[in-house]
């Protein structure tokens, strides 16, 4: 086909010449995305931002809405201009949000088109996104570039914002709330984005407005922000009391259980009530630590108060309080150290999508729209921290953070320290049912048994429970991490997924055989960079900035050498 055009070129036929619908070759090239043709047809003078077509539109925008990201970049290389606007007023970017094309839209941002340029009525690609765009996206893609939230067209004067609720665009009106959107522009008839969305009969989004403006108000309150300040504080003091207080409500003397049930549910109730007016919404997470945090206190308090004056074996009273103390520094390790999150400059995010552009892989496996960032391998976006963290592991629901390349060793030895802790704490228990318990497994039978040590000391079973539960646990996922790191070289994310592929795949999948398996001494070598008695030496891999297997495979055929 090249070929013919060449003759038919050569042989006298203008390529600016337009057919009988204006429309140019340039812009039937750039609509099928044959990029020898353009460049062809514009080594002999065709116009690259020639106006035609029922739209009156360039060969950009032709290239733009049909998504062709190679297109768009050689047409702009060729001098095409980004802020020109078509028959309908848009420019590129306003098509590449309508059409919803991320990454055309984060090519033409990292080229410098700006991000609150206005089409011919005044908007901005983000209004444009709450008003026409259904839907998360392409709103949360944009936000992540900094637009101004609170910017108005020329017409209605409406805000992004103004739109969505006018659409009945609810995730856009999310998104806009949490980003921080105003609540008090009014647009040329005066009305607040309340007094849109009540006219909209949406309930819903008049319970979300309603919402954002009780708990920007709760951040002007001066008491109110000394407790969200304190909140994660207050969450932890909390739990602990609600514990001693179920342990306190069991152990009492009275034989009514029914009472104490009802006690118990109030409790529960008191602890809901809190959580939800005083409790953000981004530090709900940590809701499971604090319990975690309060169950090792009163598990702790227990041994000291109950069992310790049971027990005379020196060794054993400082082994439990080496693991105790043990389990509490890896704890805040593991917490407060960067998991590895993947930080790169503005600057470097833009050039890292032209780079990943032109290289014609700026796709969902190696570029982040939620981060803006260049994902290196084995790393993987978390919803809840809303990052991208290098060899992801998991979001641990216990510690309230992600786990990746920067804190997974010592989420091993909190583990561990942890599951120790257990096992004495276990111990402890049985040895004080024996010395204070007037009742025999083998004498009485498994109910009697049961029975009458709750009974004996209902406070002691409570702290029984607790442990199983933390002990059984952490235990487990202490093997499967084990199992993970020696045996299979990989993450628990990287597991999870090769089993799904497993299932789904008609081939068989080995969870032994991937580039990251080494053998397992050198698996633990590279895990815990030590060179296993000079044996074997750790590799140092920066996993946030590996981007390729190249020299992974050429490592592992060293080792098999």
Do not use: M, P
């Given at each position: 086909m090249l070929e013919r055009c060449r003759e038919l070129v050569e042989a006298g036929y203008d390529v600016r010449q337009p057919d009988?619908?204006?429309?140019?070759?340039?812009?039937?090239?750039a609509i099928n995305n044959r990029q020898e043709l353009v460049k062809y047809y514009i080594s002999k003078g065709a116009v690259v931002d020639q106006l035609g077509g029922d739209l009156n539109s360039t060969p950009l925008h032709w290239a733009v809405r049909q998504g062709h990201l190679p297109m768009v970049m050689l047409l702009l290389k060729c001098g095409a201009d980004p802020s020109l606007i078509d028959g309908e007023g848009f420019s590129g970017i306003h098509l590449a949000v309508l059409f919803q094309h991320m990454p055309i839209i984060a090519y033409l941002i990292a080229k410098g088109q700006n991000i609150d340029t206005t089409d011919l009525n005044g908007q901005t690609p983000l209004m444009l996104a709450a008003q026409k765009a259904m839907g998360p996206e392409p709103t949360r893609f944009l936000l992540k570039f900094n637009p101004s939230?609170?910017?108005?067209?020329?017409?209605?004067?409406?805000?992004?914002?103004?739109?969505?609720?006018?659409?009945?665009?609810?995730?856009?009106?999310?998104?806009?709330?949490?980003?921080?959107a105003s609540l008090d522009i009014k647009n040329v008839k005066g009305e607040t984005p309340l007094d849109l969305a009540y006219q909209s009969l949406d309930r819903f989004t008049v319970y979300m407005i309603k919402a954002e403006e009780r708990m920007r108000s709760r951040r002007s309150s001066g008491l109110l922000q000394v407790v969200e300040k304190y909140e994660l504080f207050l969450m932890l003091a909390t739990s602990l009391t609600l514990m001693w207080a179920i342990g306190y409500v069991m152990n009492l003397s009275s034989d009514s259980w029914l009472l104490k049930g009802v006690v118990l549910l109030c409790l529960l109730f008191v602890m809901a009530l809190f959580v939800r007016h005083l409790v953000g919404f981004k530090n709900l997470r940590y809701l499971p630590t604090a319990f975690l945090l309060s169950s090792v206190f009163w598990m702790a308090m227990t041994w000291f108060f109950w069992f310790l004056p049971d027990i005379t074996d020196r060794i054993l009273q400082l082994s439990v309080m080496f693991s105790t103390v043990g389990f509490l520094y890896y704890f805040y390790k593991t917490w407060k150290t960067d998991p590895g999150y993947i930080k790169t400059s503005e600057e470097e995010r833009k050039e890292n999508i032209v780079a990943l552009a032109e290289g014609g892989c700026l796709d969902s496996r190696t570029f982040c729209t939620s981060c803006l960032v260049r994902k290196p391998l084995r790393s993987v976006h978390c919803l809840a921290c809303q990052a991208c963290v290098a060899r992801y592991d998991q979001h641990s629901l216990w510690i309230g953070q992600c786990i990746g390349v920067g804190n997974h060793r010592p989420y091993i030895l909190f583990l561990t320290f942890l599951s120790v802790t257990g096992v004495w704490l276990l111990y402890g228990t049985l040895l004080y049912w024996s010395n204070h318990c007037a009742t025999s497994y083998h004498q009485d039978g498994a109910w009697t048994y049961f029975t009458q040590i709750v009974y004996c000391s209902p406070w002691v079973a409570y702290i029984f429970t607790l442990t199983c539960f933390h002990t059984a646990w952490a235990s487990l996922s202490l093997t499967v991490q084990l199992y993970q790191i020696v045996f299979l070289g990989l993450t628990s994310h990287e597991r999870m997924n090769l089993l799904m592929q497993r299932k789904s795949s008609k081939h068989p999948v080995s969870l032994r055989r991937t580039p990251y398996n080494l053998g397992c001494f050198q698996n633990l070598a590279d895990f815990f960079q030590c060179s296993c008695f000079g044996l074997f030496k750790p590799n140092g891999i920066d996993w946030t900035k590996q981007y390729n297997l190249f020299h992974l495979a050429k490592e592992k055929n060293v080792h098999a050498v």
């Open positions: 009988k619908e204006n429309v140019t070759l340039l812009h039937w090239a939230l609170n910017a108005v067209d020329n017409v209605q004067k409406n805000t992004a914002l103004h739109w969505a609720i006018a659409s009945g665009n609810t995730s856009a009106v999310d998104l806009l709330l949490e980003a921080g």
